[in-house]
């Protein structure tokens, strides 16, 4: 195993019981030296719908519930946001709600603008408090994709062809579980935001 | 005719002039596994003569050592990343045939670092399906008989040992060595091959796997040896670090 | 009160009525005790864990004693190595275990298994696996597929008992499976499987190379021969020989012998046979079913059989595919050597080797055979009993066993008038006879044809003739006979 090193390009700032959702400028939390498998040691700024400027070490503290989807989708996507509802309102009975983040990554950054992003989660009425919606260059959408195992090509202006997967990401941004395709349930996801929360 | 561009000084015998280049003209071709149209288009480009070396690579390193294999995290290159280059990063502690071979154990975030440093990129996997296309003497290899059971013979072969120098299999019509029986070759895109790894379901893939993926099929059942490249591309995920597994750099070219 | 009394035929059709419905009933469902093989599957308490024996063929683990299902481990890793498939010939193996085939994997109904699929480093392909054990999507593969140099992992619970193939089924699959990548998995009933004395795994397949058979050298697969179906090898346990010579599989007399028996493919079918051996038992096709008394059975490309017999008789049992050319031409043969005590009763062995002869012909001779000296009777009582011999297979045909020939065909001989003449009795045998004559006062006109005899012959079969059958007991020797020539 690597030793943990940690790099010269993080700060470190010891921020007390900061667990806000809403994240404005470059803020760099981190509370201790990340897994060496955190996917949050990505570098680079993502814009999200309220044209904040995000960097992935952001969502340390927090279990993320992430998927890779476009606007322009008609296909698969509603049906994994929606699946990802059916999670939250699981997650608010069980009174965890406040644990956790829910993350959507766009393929089509030129698209996919921060207002057609913010326009979308109206749309599709993802409550602000924690839906975070992101776009990030295509360099940065190829590498992201490429962590959370998810494929995809263009077709044509518009579509894409891509993996349908939810992605769970524990506190410190490790990938911890995936659920991919959508005929299987989703009890498996309710399973591993559970443990992650004891 | 091709005419050959080189980015770098001119090719000596040895021909290892880190980062020498050649001009892939244009083109379009029908692609193992078709996007929405059956044909692909390619703008022509620039490619490396030579998969990236360990020469290369060490330098590499030493001007960037984030990328040692110490200071890089597990998630961006496993732990096999680099295993041959157990000797430091001085480059006269290894011998003259191992700096000759191509790098391998690199991980995709890796070689897209390298190509970065050299102000490049990786090939796309049209790119460099288009140039890998051609055998010694034709543009189309499949019109050169006994160029695919050549290409068949090499997957027949076991891997023995470390690889051999790089320039030592064929050099293509475009001037390019090593496309095929060397060391398999990262490209930029490899996520984009929308495949299972469950092959019988791949010939359609599955729709439910993948969104939009009905317009994704096999255009050619008995095209083995490019069933074998896309099989191996898709059973990589990013931070994996294989022992034939190489890259070499591309650069767009402005149109 | 009254009531109608149906008549006869009325009620024999309502009868025979019912009893059509009664059998349609029974017919459609199981008799009593059987479960419905449809039904749901129940899942057993998994106690414990264990890593799993894999064995190399011909060779298969020990059979499971325990009565309770557990988790079992199994690591299988894949190796792409030459080696070889005939004297002087090699080839590129891609194998799980390192053997052709893979290692054999023992399990029972109900375990829950953990599959670990191992690509080693210095391969170049990725692979995966197919059981077909698992239910599942791919069998597993979907969720095996894995690069070189890494590992991948999944469960499964082994739903089904039987013997079932296991394959890669990565792009190419035609490719992967004709170079080498399948094995068998043997999930055992619940209840075990009857005891016998050995046991043993063996794998039919083909393979595809550019060379003709026994071509020396690496030889590289052929995709061509292998699209037209067409093999250089058809080969028991991956090469020719495998199971020949100091390889054969050995049993004693009265074992109990059964063997695992799967067919690799990728193409063709296997019609096996263990020359001189029946199967008591067969399970077909590796499943549930039984039958008996088998002498031929199909192994299915990517399928399974299970062949049971008791040996009887010491010696060397050929096991073959009868698609004959396979195992003559192609190397599908292995041996089988069985040790013990004869058991004359069962098989003798040969008993007696003599020439034979078509009736009414001549005496012949083997072909290249030179001519045998003559036995020369020594005495009258000699010459009669040999000339019986050649009685027997010259004359009888016609003038029957008695002498007394075939009233208006052939005369007889018995008390013949006509044989007082010597000399044209000989002449008649030597030379032939036709046209009319009178034997003890019958006329008969048909033909009798040259006797290709020798003399001693003649001598011999006359001196028999004239001491029997009521004759005058007169010596014929061979100076009479070449005095008639």
Known sequence: MMPVRISLAFTLLFLIACQSEKHTEDV??????????????????????????????????????????????????????????????????????????????????????????QSFATELGLDPERWILVQG?????????????????????????????????????????????????????????????? | MVCALLAATPLSGQGLERGAMTQIPGGSFIPLYRVDTLQAEVSSFLLDVYPVSNADYLTFVKENPEWSRQHTKAVFADQNYLRSFTEGLDAAAYDQSFLKQPVTNVSWFAARAYCAWEEKRLPTTHEWEWAARSSE????????????????????????????????????????????????????DFQSTILTGESRTDKSATINLFCGAGASSATAVDDYVAFMRYAFRSSLKAAYTVRVLGFRCAQSQPQ | ????????????????????????????????????????????????????????????????????????????????????????????????GTTVPGPFIRVREGDLVEFHLQNHPDNKLPHNIDLHAVTGPGGGATSSFTAPGHETIFEFTALNS??????????????????????????????????????????????????GYGAGGLQPFDMEKALAENPTYVVFNGSVNALMGENELKANVGD???????????????????????????????????????????????????AEFRVEVPGTYHMVDHAIFRAFNKGAIANL???????????????????????????????????????????????????????????????????????????????????????ASIHAVIKGLQGEITVNGVKYNGVMPAQNLSN??????????????????????????????
């Open chain 1, 28 to 117: 760099e939390v981190s509370i201790e030296p990340l897994s060496d498998y955190s996917i949050y040691h990505l570098p680079g700024k993502w814009v999200n719908q309220q044209s904040d400027t995000l960097k992935l070490e952001a969502l340390q503290g927090k279990i993320v519930v992430a998927s890779m989807v476009y606007t322009q989708c008609n296909a698969a996507c509603p049906y994994l946001i929606s699946e990802m509802k059916q999670v939250e309102s699981f997650l608010g009975r069980e009174k965890l709600l406040e644990e956790v983040v829910f993350l959507l990554i766009s393929f089509d950054p030129l698209a996919d603008t921060p207002q057609e992003l």
């Open chain 1, 137 to 198: 260059t295509e360099d940065l959408v190829l590498e992201i994709a490429a962590l959370l195992n998810t494929k995809y090509k263009r077709v044509g202006d518009i579509h894409f062809a891509h993996s349908n997967i939810i992605s769970v990401l524990n506190r410190e941004g490790v990938l911890v579980y995936q659920r991919e395709g959508y005929d299987t349930s989703i009890e498996g996801l309710f399973k591993a935001i559970t443990k992650l929360t004891q």
């Open chain 2, 137 to 188: 003497t034709h543009p189309d290899g499949s019109i050169d008989p006994g160029f695919y059971q050549r290409m068949l013979d090499w997957y027949s072969r076991p891997t023995s040992g470390r690889p051999d120098t790089v320039g030592s299999t064929f050099k293509n019509y475009y001037g390019v060595y090593d496309m095929h029986g060397l060391v398999w070759e990262w490209v930029n």
């Open chain 3, 1 to 96: 009160m009254k009531f109608r009394i149906y008549p006869t035929r009325i009620s024999l059709l309502l009868i025979s009525a019912l009893l059509v419905l009664a059998s349609a009933c029974t017919s459609k469902g199981q008799t009593d005790g059987e479960t419905d093989p449809l039904a749901a599957k129940k899942f057993d308490v998994i106690k414990g864990e264990e890593v799993a024996v894999l064995t190399d063929p011909p060779n298969v683990p020990p059979p499971i004693t325990r009565k309770h299902a557990t988790k079992v481990i199994v690591k299988m890793e894949i190796l792409e190595h030459e080696m070889e498939i005939a004297p002087g010939v090699t080839y590129t193996y891609w194998t799980f």
């Open chain 3, 162 to 211: 039987g013997l079932y193939i296991y394959h890669c089924a990565t792009a190419p699959v035609g490719m992967h499976i004709a170079n080498g990548m399948y094995g068998l998995i043997l999930v055992e009933p619940r209840e075990g499987l009857p005891a016998v004395d050995k046991e043993y795994y063996v794998v039919q397949s083909e393979f595809y190379t550019t060379g």
């Open chain 3, 256 to 306: 109990r012998v059964r063997l695992y028996l799967g067919n690799g493919g990728p193409n063709l079918i296997s019609s096996f046979h263990v020359i001189g051996e029946i199967f008591d038992r067969v399970y077909l096709e590796g499943g549930t079913n039984a039958t008996h008394n088998v002498q031929t059975t199909l192994i299915p490309a990517g399928g399974s059989a299970i």
């Open chain 3, 337 to 423: 050597r069985v040790d013990g005590d004869e058991n004359l009763l069962v098989y003798s062995g040969q008993r007696d080797d003599r020439i034979y002869l078509p009736e009414g012909g001549v005496v012949q001779r083997m072909p290249g055979e030179e001519e045998t000296k003559e036995v020369v009777a020594l005495s009258k009582e000699e010459r009669v009993r040999m000339g019986a011999m050649v009685y027997t297979q010259v004359c009888q045909a016609c003038h029957q066993a008695n002498g007394e020939g075939i009233p208006g065909a052939f005369p007889p001989l018995a008390k013949a008038d006509y044989l007082k003449n010597v000399g």
């Open chain 3, 456 to 485: 001693e012959e003649v001598a011999n079969v006359m001196t028999y003739v004239y001491n029997n059958f009521g004759n005058d007991g007169t010596v014929v020797t061979p100076d009479m006979v070449q005095a008639q020539r």
